[in-house]
């Protein structure tokens, strides 16, 4: 017989995060949403993950960012075409 053990999934900088923990954690839950409201995807993220105050850790996707870089195009919006996917039918900007 071979034991098994279960390894939770790590979030790098918060080797303590636990998204079984956080998905009961109502408070946090609605904090992350209420900053997702105003477009702070930054803040939003530290919460939800338990990151530091100043994440410096660069995500790595199609591109290399880090989350800062990530809030600052968040904050221009529709500038030169940006989040062009999030249009109602009629072409209006969602918000």
Not at 32 to 39: D, K, M, P, S, Y
Not at 40 to 54: I, K
Not at 75 to 89: C, F, I, K, Q, S
Request: a negative charge.
């Amino acid at each position: 017989m071979s034991s098994r053990t279960t390894k939770r999934p790590r979030c790098a900088g918060s080797p303590s995060f636990a998204p079984d923990e956080v998905i009961q954690d109502l408070p946090r839950l609605q904090q992350a949403r209420e900053l997702l409201a105003a477009n702070d995807l930054y803040n939003a993220s530290r919460v939800l993950l338990g990151l530091p105050e100043r994440d410096t850790f660069t995500y790595h996707a199609m591109t290399s960012v880090t989350l800062a870089q990530v809030q600052h195009v968040v904050e221009l919006g529709g500038v030169n075409g940006l989040h062009a996917w999030y249009r109602d039918e009629d072409g209006t900007a969602v918000r």
